[in-house]
C-alpha cells in the first residue's frame, strides 16, 4: 500500500531535522539578484515557442485580520480600498506577460493565495477574472484545476456562488483548530458552522475538490484537543487535507512575536499530536500522499501517486508539474522551464515596478545541469517514496552511483536504519522512512550545507 506509514519514535528523534520543504530544487533560498527581467522574457519566448501548457498562480495579498502564526506575504488592513491600486498594477503585469507568451498556450491550473483572495469584492474579483481571461486562454469548459484559497469569515454562499461562475472548481479553507483557547491565541476565531457552510456550499455549487488546511503545534494545543479538531474535520469529508508542523520563527516572521512561546507544546507533544492524527485520518480511509498531505483515494492525487505521475512545485503537490507556472502579483514565484524567478514582496517596490512599465522581477535562479539531476532526484524521492536509478542514468547520461558516490555511506547508514532500502538498481522509502522523507532528500541537496538551517521548519 502507498500510504502505509510505520511509526518509528527512534527513528523520528534522529532524523526529524530543520530543512527545505522542496517545493522546488534548489529552493527559494539560493535565488539572486542576477536574475532578472531580460532572463524573464527569454524564458516566455522558450515557453511559446514550445507551446507549453501554463499554470498560473495569483497572488492576493490583502488581510483584515492578523493571524499570529502566518508566515505568509501580506498587506493587513481594513481598508477595502487598499485593493485598488495593487489590481491595477496586476492588471499591468498580466498584459506585460501574457503578451510574450502564444493564445493558443492553455492554462490547465489556476490558483489564487494570499493573503485571503476573499479580501476582494465581487466586483474586483470579476474585473481580475475577466483580464485573465482576455489575456490568457483560460479553459471554459470546467476542465481546469481553478482553484482559490478561502477564509470561511470572508465568504458566503453568495461568494461561493460568484466564484463557481468565474471558473473556480476547487477550494482551498483555512481552518488550523477549531478549539477556542488556541484560536484566541493565535488571533483567529473562526467556528466549524461558518466552515461547514462554505463546505456546504461548496458541495451544492459541485465545486470538484474541498482542501482543509490544519496546523499542529500552535499555542494551547493538546494531543486531545487537537483529535477533536481532526474528529470534527473528518466528519466535513474534505477530498484533501493539509497538516502543517507549526515553524515558530518570531525572528523572521514579525506576527509571530506575539505569541506566547510559553504556550507552545512540547515536542514530544507535538509528536503524539501527529501520531493520533494519522491514526485517524488512515482510520477514515485518506492516504498519506507525503509532505503533510493526505487524500481520499479517488483524489486526483492519490491516484497519481499510485501511478507515478505525481509532481511537486511551489504550489505543493500537482498533477500539473509539467506546465510552466507563471506567478502574478507581490512575491510570486514563476517556474518556466529551467528559471526561477520571484516578484518583489516589498509591495512598493513591486508596485513601482509595473509602474515604469516593467515586471516586479527581483531575483530567481537559472538551473545548471546538476541542478535539473538532482531536483529530477528530489523530485522522484518526494513524490514517489522510490527512485529507479537506470531512468536517472538514461536522461542525464551519468552513471548514478559514480555521480553520487560521496553521499553513498549516509545513504547506506538510512538503509541500516530502516528509512530506505538501498541496492545497486533503486532507493524505495520505506514505511518508516515516509513520514522523513525530506531527510533523505536533505542527502542529494548540493546547497544544503552553505545554509542558515534556521530559516527552515523541521521535518515533524
Not at 470538484?208 to 484537543?225: C, F, H, M, V
Request: aromatic share 8%; proline share 4%; with cysteine.
Amino acid at each position: 500500500m502507498l500510504d502505509a506509514i510505520r511509526w518509528d519514535t527512534d527513528l523520528i528523534r534522529r532524523y526529524d531535522l530543520a530543512g527545505p520543504r522542496y517545493t522546488s530544487y534548489p529552493t527559494a533560498a539560493q535565488f539572486n539578484s542576477q536574475v532578472g527581467t531580460f532572463d524573464l522574457f527569454h524564458a516566455l519566448r522558450e515557453s511559446r515557442k514550445a507551446l507549453r501548457p501554463l499554470s498560473l498562480y495569483v497572488h492576493v495579498p490583502f488581510c483584515a485580520n492578523i493571524c499570529y502564526y502566518c508566515a505568509c506575504n501580506k498587506v493587513i488592513t481594513k481598508d477595502r480600498g487598499r485593493a485598488l491600486p495593487y489590481l491595477q498594477r496586476l492588471e499591468q503585469e498580466i498584459q506585460l506577460i501574457a503578451c510574450h507568451l502564444d493564445p493558443n498556450q492553455k492554462v490547465e491550473q489556476l490558483h489564487f493565495g494570499g493573503g485571503t483572495p476573499t479580501f476582494l469584492s465581487h466586483d474586483e474579483l470579476r474585473q481580475l477574472m475577466a483580464q485573465l481571461r482576455q489575456h490568457f486562454n483560460l479553459l471554459d469548459d470546467d476542465s481546469g484545476d481553478y482553484g482559490i484559497e478561502i477564509d470561511p469569515r470572508e465568504a458566503d454562499w453568495s461568494t461561493m456562488g460568484l466564484l463557481r461562475e468565474l471558473g473556480f472548481n476547487r477550494v482551498s479553507i483555512g481552518l488550523q483548530d477549531l478549539d477556542p483557547a488556541v484560536q484566541r491565541a493565535v488571533n483567529r476565531l473562526q467556528s466549524l458552522e461558518e466552515t461547514r457552510a462554505v463546505i456546504d456550499a461548496a458541495r451544492t455549487l459541485q465545486f470538484r475538490s474541498i482542501n482543509i488546511d490544519l496546523i499542529y503545534g500552535l499555542p494551547k494545543q493538546t494531543a486531545e484537543s487537537f483529535a477533536r479538531t481532526v474528529d470534527e474535520v473528518i466528519s466535513l469529508q474534505p477530498d484533501r487535507l493539509s497538516v502543517f508542523n507549526y515553524a515558530h520563527l518570531p525572528e523572521r516572521f514579525m506576527p509571530q512575536r506575539r505569541i506566547n512561546s510559553n504556550d507552545l507544546p512540547a515536542p514530544a507533544e507535538k509528536l503524539n499530536m501527529l501520531q493520533r492524527t494519522i491514526e485517524q485520518l488512515t482510520a477514515a480511509g485518506y492516504r498519506y500522499i507525503g509532505m503533510d498531505h493526505f487524500a481520499l483515494p479517488d483524489d486526483e492525487l492519490a491516484i497519481a501517486q499510485e501511478e507515478s505521475t505525481l509532481q511537486r512545485n511551489f504550489q505543493g503537490y500537482t498533477t500539473h508539474g509539467h506546465c510552466d507556472l507563471i506567478g502574478l502579483g507581490v512575491s510570486a514565484i514563476s517556474q518556466i522551464g529551467d528559471l526561477y524567478c520571484q516578484n518583489s514582496s516589498d509591495l512598493n517596490q513591486y508596485q513601482n515596478a509595473l509602474a515604469s512599465a516593467q515586471p516586479g522581477t527581483s531575483r530567481g535562479l537559472l538551473c545548471n545541469q546538476d541542478d535539473r539531476l538532482r531536483r529530477a532526484v528530489i523530485q522522484q524521492l518526494i513524490c514517489t517514496f522510490s527512485l529507479a536509478f537506470a531512468q536517472i542514468e538514461q536522461a542525464f547520461n551519468i552513471d548514478f552511483r559514480g555521480y553520487f558516490s560521496e553521499l553513498w555511506p549516509q545513504l547506506r547508514a538510512m538503509a541500516e536504519d530502516g528509512l530506505i532500502e538501498l541496492d545497486n538498481e533503486k532507493i524505495v522509502v520505506l514505511p518508516a522512512g515516509r513520514l522523513l522523507v525530506r531527510s533523505v532528500c536533505m542527502v542529494f541537496d548540493a546547497y544544503l550545507e552553505q545554509q542558515n538551517r534556521q530559516r527552515f521548519s523541521r521535518v515533524i
